[in-house]
């Protein structure tokens, strides 16, 4: 099965400031198809978790283009630009590689 | 637009059984993988099992394999989820989501808790 650890598990940043979360996965992610088999999700406070980005660098539909995904193979990133208040949550990463689907443990990202 | 209703969670004793629902409106159901996650109580996501868009593959994780069986209804546009041999380690609030991209989750539900508790 698929490990997928993240860094930092959690993160205290200034609204306006960049924020960044790592996520690694045990082995490629990288499908036949030659994408990047990798989410981001965010589950805000007491809500269901939303899609951010697939496919390790796309955003999903309505998700601002402050958010950024980026890596390859096994190394991954998510980048804030400009954290504002509305991004408050636990940041998830999720491979949807092959089954069983793996989440990362979540990343607490909270303002300073 | 895409709606995802969960309900059938509930409080069970340990070793009983619940059938979870999930209702879909707002997109053809039958063109899509679904998907269901559990989370419990201040703890992270976990993704539990998958059904594809026909019901002719399901895949589970190793926590649940033997015990849960996900199943789908196209004609009532609902997917559900079979839990037997409950413990307390199940206790989670169950999502159902809607895959694709091969297996991104794109919506999810609002969520039903199940709590095992004797």
């Known amino acids: 099965d698929i490990v997928m650890t993240q860094s930092p598990l959690s993160l205290p940043v200034t609204p306006g400031e960049p924020a960044s979360i790592s996520c690694r996965s045990s082995?490629?992610?990288?499908?036949?198809?030659?994408?990047?088999?990798l989410d981001w999700y965010l589950q805000k406070p007491g809500q269901s978790p939303q899609l951010l980005i697939y496919?390790?660098?796309h955003r999903a539909s309505g998700v601002p283009d402050r958010f950024s995904g980026s890596g390859s193979g096994t190394d991954f990133t998510l980048k804030i630009s400009r954290v504002e208040a509305e991004d408050v949550g636990v940041y998830y990463c999720?491979?949807?590689?092959?089954?069983?689907?793996?989440f990362g443990q979540g990343t607490k990202l909270e303002i300073k | 637009q895409v709606q995802l209703v969960e309900s059938g969670g509930g409080v069970v004793q340990p070793g009983r059984s619940l059938r979870l629902s999930c209702a879909a409106s707002?997109?053809?159901?039958?063109?899509?993988?679904m998907d269901w996650v559990r989370q419990a109580p201040g703890r992270g996501l976990e993704w539990v099992a998958l059904?594809?868009?026909?019901?002719?593959?399901?895949r589970y994780a190793d926590s649940v394999r033997g015990r849960f069986t996900v199943s789908r209804d196209n004609s009532k546009n609902t997917v559900y989820l079979q839990v037997n041999s409950l413990t307390v380690e199940d206790t989670a609030v169950y999502y159902c989501?809607?895959?694709?991209?091969?297996?991104?989750?794109?919506?999810w539900g609002q969520g039903t808790l199940v709590a095992v508790s004797s």
């Open positions: 989501a809607r895959a694709v991209y091969g297996g991104s989750l794109d919506f």
């Open positions: 059904t594809s868009y026909d019901g002719g593959n399901t």
């Open positions: 496919w390790g660098s």
């Open positions: 999720m491979q949807a590689l092959e089954t069983p689907r793996s």
């Open positions: 707002g997109f053809a159901f039958n063109s899509f993988e």
């Open positions: 082995q490629s992610l990288l499908h036949s198809k030659g994408y990047n088999s």
